[in-house]
């Protein structure tokens, strides 16, 4: 019994792995309570889940917070760009599809496919945001350019969020448990696991 807890064992290293995971978790929570904050706690979430993903080393709160940090700036006026973009994009398919014309029907359907990019464009750049330094501007050029050069590893990411929304959904069984999932470790383990396209992604643009 002894040899399941020692420190080679399977059993103590997914342990340790969940209690990081819960730890991390905890951690993207706090830093995600300034509502605007979002941003820089999301690009903390992965600047360690990445690392996880390379198998390296982390020291998962030191990391986190340095990463919050050193991010706080850039990560947060892009989650204000993405906000301010996205709602004048919401308030102009409500405009336009309250007009029943023809004519604004088109403008309509503008403003939902420059929603559903943004949308992407937000599951992209926090992530690059951890991994490279760059500026806001080229920050929201790159990751339209990986968008459009990764449709197969896009797709499955997209797979991947509308499968958790749809379990999450479902009913009001699910949406509980969910709730209680994500609280506890939720974020962290879906970070996690979107960390593997992302760095089989990010891999193309590393010089060694």
């Not at 951690?27 to 996880?52: D, K």
């Not at 006026?77 to 308030?91: K, P």
């Not at 023809?102 to 951890?130: G, K």
């Not at 969910?178 to 939720?186: C, E, K, Q, Y």
Request: net charge positive; with cysteine; aromatic share 16%.
């Amino acid at each position: 019994m002894s040899s399941l807890f020692r420190h080679d064992s399977p059993l103590y290293r997914l342990l340790m792995r969940l209690t990081d995971l819960m730890i991390l978790n905890g951690c993207f929570i706090v830093g995600s309570l300034g509502i605007i904050t979002l941003g820089a706690s999301i690009s903390a979430l992965y600047s360690v889940t990445l690392q996880w993903a390379k198998q390296k080393e982390v020291d998962v709160i030191k990391d986190f917070f340095k990463s919050y940090r050193s991010n706080f700036k850039q990560a947060t006026l892009i989650t204000l760009i993405l906000l301010f973009f996205g709602s004048m994009m919401l308030f102009n398919i409500f405009l336009f599809g309250k007009s029943g014309q023809r004519f604004f029907d088109i403008y309509q359907w503008i403003n939902v496919i420059l929603l559903l990019l943004l949308m992407l464009i937000f599951l992209f750049i926090y992530p690059m945001i951890a991994q490279f330094e760059n500026t806001i501007s080229n920050y929201f050029k790159n990751s339209i350019l990986m968008i459009i050069s990764n449709p197969s590893k896009t797709l499955l990411i997209i797979l991947a969020i509308i499968s958790i929304l749809f379990v999450s959904l479902y009913n009001q069984t699910s949406f509980a448990i969910s709730l209680g999932f994500f609280i506890i470790i939720g974020f962290a383990t879906v970070a996690r696991w979107l960390s593997i396209y992302f760095s089989l992604i990010f891999k193309q643009y590393i010089k060694e």
